[in-house]
Structures are given as C-alpha cells and as structure tokens.
C-alpha cells in the first residue's frame, strides 16, 4: 500500500498547488477591477480625445502597494500610447472579438523577467470607430498572489507530513490484525502430521476463508478415500498372492517326498500351473496399476483408430482356444469404425472381455463380439450365452477380486475392473447386463465415434464476375 501512497502523494501536491493559485488570484484580482475602474473614471473624453484628470494623490495611493509594484497606461486599442507609465508594454493589438466598453476584462504578460497581472477596460463614444477605443491598462507583479498561494499549499501539504505515517502506521496495524486468522490457519496445517487427512476445522476461519477451507477439506476428502483405496488394494493384492504362492509350497513338499516318476512329473505340472496363475495374477496387477497411474507414454497416446480392426484382431486371436473350449466365436460388423483411443489399453480392454465370455460360457455356447457405430457414437458388445450375471451383481463385478462364484471358476477378479479402468480413460464407462432374451450377459462399452477434422474451406469465388455476366432478369 506504501507504493500507491509514494505515487498519489506528489500528484494531491501538483493538484492543490493548482487550485491554491486559482484561489489566490481571485481577491487580487478583484482590487486590480477597483483600480481600473477608479481611473477610467479619471479618464474624460473631450470631442473623442482623452483628458486624463488624475490626482498626484491618487497615483501615490496607486504605489502605495508594500510588496508589489503597479504600474498604468492609457492607450488607444490600436496601440497609441497617450498616458501612464511609458515602460510598460503594450500588446500589438487587444483581440477579444466582442469587446463591450466599460467592462473590465483580465489577462498575464510578461514585463522584466517578471509576472504581471493585467486588468482593462475600454472606453469609448458612439459613433467612435473600434480601433480609436481608448484602453484603461492596470497591471501587478504577482508576489502577493505567490506569497498566498504558497501559504495554502503549506497549509495542505504540511498536516499530511503527519496524516500519511499515521495512516500508513493504521493501515499496517489493521492489516496485520486482520491477517492473523491467515496466520493462525497456516500454522494450523503446517504443524499437521503428514498422515493426518481430518477436515480442517471451519469454526474459527474468517468468513472469506471459508469456502477455501471447504475446498481444501474436500480435497483431503477425495485423498483420504484415495488413500484407503490403495492401502485395501495393496492388502487385497497380498492376500491374493498369497494363496497361490501357499498351494505352489504345498506342491513342492509334496514333489519333494515323491518318489514315482509319474506322480512327481504331476506334482511338476500342478506347480508350473501354480506359478502360471500368480504370474498371471502378477501382470493384471501390473496392468491395472500401470492403467490407473496414467501408464507409460505409450499408453498415454491417444490417436484415431478403427475400433472393428482391432476388435477383429483380438477376435482371431482367441479363436482356436475358442474351437478348443467347443465353443462358436464370431464377430460382427458394420464396416470402420472409427475412435480416438490408445491401442495398447483397447486391446488389453477387449481381451479381457472375450476371456470373461469364453470362460463363463459353457461347451457349445456361442459369444459374438459386435461392433456397432452411428452418427455420434461406436459401441463394442460382447455377447455370450453362459451362465449370466443377475443385475444386483452386475455392478459389483466391476470391484476389484470380486468373483461371483469363487469356488467353481478360475480367476483373480480383476478383469474387469482393468476394463472399467481402460474405459474411464476414454471418457466411457463400461457394463455388463442381464441377456434380455435367452441366457448369458452382454458386456458393452460405448465410445464416441471420430471424424477426421473438415479440410479447410477453399477461398471464396469471385462472384462478381459471375453476375455481371449473366443476362438481365426479364419480367
Ligand atoms: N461374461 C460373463 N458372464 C457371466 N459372468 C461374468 C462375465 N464376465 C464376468 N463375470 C463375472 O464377473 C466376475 C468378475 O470378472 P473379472 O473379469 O473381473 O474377474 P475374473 O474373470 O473372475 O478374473 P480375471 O481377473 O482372471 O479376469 C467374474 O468372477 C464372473 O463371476
Ligand atoms: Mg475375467
């Protein structure tokens, strides 16, 4: 606020040294009026010509003036001098255009290096032409009206030696009572313990603060629930582990006491199955960790795709584990489709959907993957005629490790949380409903379809040409 103060203060000094002067001029140049009128009063014209009638008293009176000097002369208005103080200048010509005799009009000159105030009147006959007017002149060095107009600005100026330190010592006084709730809050939170993610308490913020205080506790909010998701992940995650790794050391004991050739090479296979499931286990982890924490840059690119292409690929991928399974895969289309998508993440989103319809579809059901598209969106769906999904579970099967049925299938239960997780990084989101008619359930997310960008527009024709060629338009 100091800064503002520094730059306003010799500005209010430029201001009231204006308007001291004006207010100075005014009495001054009221007594300059009486002088002029009291000669010109003294001024007699005889047939047009001037008689001057001054008293020697009344010219002492006119010197008598302590500080400033005043002189007079008459003049014709075309510049005749006839009477008064010969030094005194005399303009080339008086030039207001509506000069009314026996008004007083005022104006400033220079005379010696000094300032003078002028005050004059004309004095004329009828008939008489304008520049044989004969002009009254009265005129002042300025010292008094200095000498005033200085004391005023002093008068101003000097109280504001003291208003402005006071001011400023008021200003800083109020400011740092008013920040002190600001302080109080920051040493609140930085006194805080890292891992303490309480709300802030709103009681005894000022009013301003408050709705920062709300935001900030929101945000420690979303962080606290962020926090419990990772810390019940990474348990979920061991806890997963461990049973594979448990039934993996179960084997080997058991491979170890073995003595058969055939009974051991069994126990071998049952770990390399064990090991396959953890390291299986391992890289869904992986991914969706990689996923959620916006993944390496190859993951993060996003770029045009035709979504039927890649679904397609996916498809042939599985189809002989498929014709193994006895079970009929197709694939459905209805030409591009295109989307703005990352591959990588796509792919990994479609495999998961295809392996969950495969697996919890029997010998001889059908799956068919789709791709639909219309002006504004592309939908994948992957139907399948399986076991289905009731609809109070068809939400929870999007947690992580959540299973349906843990007992009688295989899997760890992240794949479709990893599906849910690709789709939200394309702005979508991803179900799994109920078959309306028949068996099984439909997995389905839905994108928004991509158009390339329009080419630029071609300059406009010159239609004028056009026009003026063309016929006139007859009735
Ligand atoms: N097409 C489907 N038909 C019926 N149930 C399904 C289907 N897809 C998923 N589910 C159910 O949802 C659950 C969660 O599926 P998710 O893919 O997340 O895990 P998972 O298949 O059990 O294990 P994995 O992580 O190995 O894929 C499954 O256990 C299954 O019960
Ligand atoms: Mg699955």
């Not at 506790?217 to 419990?228: A, D, G, Q, T, Y």
């Not at 527009?457 to 003026?468: N, W």
Request: hydrophobic share 40%; glycine share 6%.
């Amino acid at each position: 606020m100091l800064a503002p103060l520094l730059f306003v203060w010799p500005l209010s000094i430029a201001f009231t040294h204006y308007f001291a002067n004006n207010v100075a001029n005014y009495p001054y140049d009221q007594a300059l009026r009486e002088h002029v009128a009291a000669i010109a009063r003294q001024v007699k014209l005889v047939n047009g010509k001037p008689v001057l009638t001054l008293p020697a008293s009344a010219r002492a009176l006119l010197r008598a003036d302590e500080t400033d000097s005043v002189y007079f002369h008459v003049v014709t208005r075309d510049g005749k001098f006839l009477a008064g103080d010969k030094d005194l200048p005399i303009p080339a010509q008086f030039t207001e255009k509506s000069a009314i005799p026996g008004e007083i009009y005022l104006r400033d000159a220079e005379f010696n290096g000094q300032d003078l105030r002028f005050a004059y009147t004309y004095l004329a006959e009828t008939e008489m032409p304008k520049e044989r007017w004969i002009v009254v002149e009265v005129a002042e060095t300025t010292e008094k009206r200095n000498q005033l107009a200085n004391k005023i600005v002093a008068s101003v100026i000097l109280p504001q030696f003291i208003i402005i330190p006071l001011a400023v010592m008021l200003v800083w006084f109020g400011l740092s009572r008013g920040l002190r709730p600001l302080t109080r809050l920051r040493k609140t939170i930085e006194t805080r313990d890292p891992g303490d993610l309480s709300p802030i308490a709103t009681r005894r913020v000022p009013e301003e603060l408050e709705p920062l205080v709300e935001a900030f506790n929101e945000m420690l909010e979303r962080m606290k629930k962020n926090v419990e998701a990772q810390q019940r992940f990474v348990a979920d995650a061991a806890h997963q582990l461990r049973t594979p790794l448990t039934g993996l050391k179960t084997q080997a004991q058991f491979a170890i006491r073995e003595s058969d050739p055939e009974a051991l090479r069994h126990a071998m296979r049952q770990i390399a199955t064990g090991v396959d499931r953890a390291g299986r286990l391992v890289n869904q982890l992986l991914t969706l960790a990689r996923t959620e924490g916006g993944g390496e840059p190859a993951q993060q690119r996003h770029e045009p795709l035709d979504l039927a292409l890649l679904i397609r690929e996916v498809v042939e991928d599985w189809v002989m584990l498929a014709i193994e399974k006895g079970i009929d895969l197709g694939y459905e289309s209805e030409g591009p489709a295109m989307i703005m998508g990352n591959v990588f993440l796509l792919r990994e989103l479609a495999r998961n959907l295809v392996d969950n319809a495969l697996r919890y579809t029997p010998t001889g059901g059908h799956v068919t993957c789709r791709v639909l598209h219309n002006a504004s969106t592309v939908v994948l769906e992957v139907e399948d005629d399986g076991v289905g999904i009731s609809e109070d579970q068809a939400e929870l099967v999007f947690e992580r490790f959540y299973r349906v049925d843990d007992a009688t299938t295989e899997g760890s239960g992240l794949g479709l949380a990893i599906v849910q997780e690709i789709a939200m990084q394309h702005d979508s989101k991803a179900s799994l409903r109920p078959n309306p008619v028949g068996l099984g359930a439909t997995a389905r997310v839905v994108f928004a379809a991509w158009y390339p960008p329009p080419p630029p527009l071609p300059p406009p024709d010159d239609f004028s040409e056009l026009y003026r060629q063309s016929p006139p338009l007859g009735p």
